[in-house]
């Protein structure tokens, strides 16, 4: 059984091209930041992670990747053992980001190893293809600084907003569609969700306002939002905000803001927060625990669909074959896939169809390293000038005057 | 991939002897009825379940085994949906037990194919060994019309249950003990109590009426209760019930009566019913279910120890396989095994050491089936005349005016 043990772990840092995209907190700089983590067993079998790139996950993973050798690619609880040593007490935050990102990787070794698939070894395939939205954003045409506009161009109107919409359905086929909201005037946005009724009268609509409106206003915009969307994503900060949006309204509400960990679960479901709960495999401490909170999610009658940060190509197989082996996902999960032009692994970007992603071929997450793209990336990374991601500052270069605020409505 | 397939599926119904112990419902018969599951892969490989062997469980698994045939032995979604086809809409008690007879023998059979110990598949070993209590009974001396006293002898008084404490506690070592109750009067069988607490000064006691106490008398003896027990097991049905009697002690309550099933849950937690949830992979639905069930309980804070009821050696090892993988089980695991004279695994009973148990050594279960004692007890099943568990009408054969009432007290 000794082929099943860790022989080393690798991190690599990547930093990889965004565009100008909006949100409650400002502005996305032009790279997004990620890590790349490679379990590599002493039969020589690599499974991969992507992650978070920011310098307390980097630094963390410096510190979990020693203790990782010798491990079994089974042991998840030698994994949160291992990770708590190299954790402050108490930061319920970075706890998971370090788990999520190793788990990742020592599901695919294991089913590489073994030759099964990772959808396989989390419970088995329960859909062929896994539906996911069409993410639009408000954004700048540009970064600053920037000579011409990107492909997008600058999408700050409803007009554009449906073109965006337009272009990226005709793209990759999505049946929903959400809008990062937050930014501008609410009046303003909704308008663009009306916009976009219009345009796509059959598309299961959402907007998400990042925790930017106050729960006052969440609950006066509510008359506008009844009937237009599936769900109101975090309206407003906190669990007794949401709360007290949800006891207004039969809209559910949706969160990747207020239930984000275990211990919000229990106050969260008590006071009725929320109804569905957008779960993210990179925060929640891995797939395994991602499955607990489906679970969750099914024995609280809560909705479940699935939260994405900027992200390449193996963090999008992981949510594939996790969505793929969850019977209880009830809405299409988010991506920001669309966004990306970099990819790091093998034979280029996941292909969509009709807006679904079939779970990729082949053992363990069915993907591999495209080892030039990763140096590249790497390469970017070294060379961009940042350790981590800063909206804020981002969008006073283009807004000087603009400061953070949730909520700001 | 194809080799983790099912072949077949064969169930054997077995009968193994087990003495008059009394409880709420009356008293066990001379034979305890379960069920033998083998799933044998393409590859030739045989994982091993063990479960209930009433009528309705049979008939259950008499018509889930056809349809296993090609399901992958990872594939646990898989057999929720054939489970779901053979049960009653509605009948929520046998589509968790039918799952769970089978899962066990699918992780066993994975286990096998690839080398990994259950335990490790579940997650990891989290402790080397795995605590039992001393589950004491109140008993008759001998089955009715039989011609001697068993070795235990009759246990109706508070000295004869010293004396059945520490021969069980001399054999096997255990460190807490738990009284199943709700026979006698709650005076006398309290009075038991404190006698294992004059005679056993250190260990944690537990007392299991069984729902047999109403609330309020449940409430009345709490001050004798305070102080001498660790938890308090379903003193009366039903969450409201026992959410009262909560409500009145800080003795944790603790149930495997009123929360049984994961549509329990919520409404048990809202109203603080137990602290408590004492699980068995028999009726929640397997090993995944109960690995779930776990994590519920961390994240609500719930304390989790194990319910068992007559059992072999199949179901020993699952559950130490299970509890080696709990980081949360908080309480030692409850084991009929010292009332069991029979077993159907090779080598004989699983040998407690100090009231703990190892992890079977090997892949899988660790176990394998002893054929000529499968045999024997197969025909016993055959042999002994009833195919349903009655311990109501076993009790009128001792106490003929005895009948079932729960509360009774």
């Known amino acids: 059984m000794s082929d099943l043990r860790i022989a080393e772990a ?3 840092p990547i930093a990889f091209a965004d565009p100008p995209l909006l949100n409650n907190a400002g502005c996305h700089q032009p790279y997004a930041l990620r890590s790349i983590i490679e379990v590599e067993t002493e039969a020589r079998v690599i499974g991969l ?9 980097l630094d963390g993973l410096a510190r979990l990747a020693p203790l990782l050798t ?11 053992s291992a990770a708590r040593t190299v954790v402050s007490e108490g930061d319920s935050a970075l706890l998971p980001r370090l788990v999520g990102a190793v788990e990742v990787a020592m599901w695919d070794a294991l089913g590489k190893s073994t030759g099964q698939r990772v959808c396989d070894l989390l419970g088995g395939q329960v859909r062929q293809r896994v539906p996911y939205s069409a993410y639009l954003f408000y954004k700048f045409g540009r970064h600053a600084g920037a000579d011409a506009d990107d492909s997008w161009g600058e999408v700050l109107t409803p007009e554009a907003l449906v073109e965006e919409a337009r272009t990226m359905i ?9 809008l990062k909201a937050g930014i501008l005037d609410p009046e303003a946005e909704i308008a663009g969700l009306e916009a976009l009724r219009v345009a796509f009268p059959q598309a299961p609509l959402r907007i998400d306002p990042n925790g930017g409106w106050r729960a006052e206003t969440a609950i006066k915009l509510l008359p506008r939002l009844e009937n237009l969307i599936e769900y109101l994503e975090d309206p407003t900060p906190g669990l007794d905000g949401m709360a007290a949006v949800q006891a207004a309204t039969g809209i559910p509400l949706a969160t990747n803001m207020c239930i984000i960990s275990p211990e ?9 927060s929320c109804r569905v709960i957008l779960s993210d495999h990179h925060y929640w401490g891995g797939l395994a625990a991602s ?18 940060n900027s992200h390449l190509g193996i963090s999008l197989a992981a949510m594939t074959h996790l969505a793929a082996a969850t019977p209880n996902l009830t809405y299409d999960c988010d991506t920001h896939s669309p966004w990306q032009t970099d990819e790091v692994i093998e034979g280029g970007k996941l292909v969509f169809k009709e807006g679904e992603l079939e779970v990729p071929d082949g053992p363990g997450l069915g993907v591999t390293l495209d080892r030039s793209e990763l140096q590249r990336l790497h390469r970017n990374y070294l060379e961009h000038g940042y350790e981590q991601r800063d909206d804020a500052a981002e969008m006073r270069r283009h807004w000087p005057d603009w400061s953070f605020a949730r909520p700001r409505f």
């Open 264 to 272: 919000h679960l229990p106050p969260g479901i008590a006071r009725d």
């Open 70 to 80: 010798g491990l079994k690619v089974t042991d998840l609880n030698g994994l949160w």
């Open 10 to 12: 690798r991190i690599t």
């Open 49 to 57: 992670g992507e992650s978070y790139g920011g310098r307390s996950v």
């Open 291 to 308: 499955r607990e909170l489906a679970r969750i999610c099914a024995v609280w009658g809560l909705g479940l669909s699935m939260h994405s």
């Open 170 to 178: 005709n793209l990759y086929g999505f049946k929903a569609i959400k």
